[in-house]
């Protein structure tokens, strides 16, 4: 079965330095998410991407996050100095562009920051 | 305002039991899908089961059913005949608006342990 593929698994890093989660969508699909959860909290959307621009994000995605799609498999979530708060498990999705409904997530990259 | 509720943080089911989990959610739009998603003790986040706003029967996904009131505004997920293997973290999740943008909202989760 087709899957999102996340690197790396876990990342650590300091506080201050850049850190870019990648992102493998499924290959037919053609709308990309980023969501976040913090450990013990539930699940926050980041920001979608279509058709090679942001289609919407949410008040956490601010200047400090960017996303791109580099070449046409993968899609990356890029960090700017990292802060502690940034912590969290980082989950990337995929949908097609019609019919079925449901994100397809992978398995996450767990970002620690020190 | 919370627009997932998930009332239950944590239960406990003995194995072969039913067990529902409860969730209500809050939207003043007409067009919105309601997700239930499994993330085992491995972190991964593995969809079970979609209701549709305007789908008129309640979904079910082999063990797994969604008793979905409309005007209670509630998304209940059942899972028959419990497995040690449903142990696990299950969240309810709401899409507002159109089906391409799929922009969730999740609810704090309820931490679910099937006792053999």
């Known amino acids: 079965e087709p899957e999102v593929t996340q690197t790396p698994s876990h990342q650590v890093t300091q506080m201050g330095q850049e850190v870019i989660l990648r992102c493998v969508p499924i290959?037919?699909?053609?709308?990309f998410y980023w969501y976040r959860q913090i450990l013990g909290q539930k699940v926050e959307f980041l920001v979608s991407?279509?058709?090679?621009?942001?289609?919407?994000k949410s008040e956490i995605f601010d200047d400090q996050f960017s996303v791109e799609r580099p070449d046409g498999s993968n899609f990356t979530l890029k960090i700017r100095s990292t802060k502690l708060e940034d912590s969290a498990m980082y989950f990337c999705?995929?949908?097609?562009?019609?019919?079925?409904?449901?994100?397809?997530f992978g398995a996450g990259s767990r970002l620690t920051v020190l | 305002a919370q627009k997932i509720t998930q009332t239950q943080p944590g239960m406990f089911v003995q194995e072969k039991e039913a067990v529902t989990l409860d969730c209500t959610y809050d939207?003043?739009?007409?067009?919105?899908?309601l997700f239930w998603y499994k993330q085992p003790s491995s972190g991964e986040m593995i969809f079970l089961i979609y209701?549709?706003?305007?789908?008129?029967q309640n979904a079910t996904e082999g063990r797994y059913s969604l008793n979905f009131q409309k005007a209670r505004k509630s998304a209940n997920l059942v899972i028959s005949a419990s497995q040690l293997g449903d142990s696990a973290m299950y969240f309810c999740?709401?899409?507002?608006?159109?089906?391409?943008?799929?922009?969730?909202?999740f609810g704090q989760g309820t931490r679910l342990t099937i006792n053999p």
């Open positions: 999740a709401m899409r507002e608006g159109p089906q391409r943008a799929q922009k969730l909202v």
């Open positions: 939207t003043s739009d007409q067009s919105y899908g």
């Open positions: 991407f279509y058709n090679n621009e942001i289609s919407e």
């Open positions: 290959s037919n699909h053609l709308y």
């Open positions: 999705a995929s949908t097609p562009l019609s019919g079925a409904n449901v994100l397809t």
């Open positions: 209701q549709g706003s305007y789908d008129e």
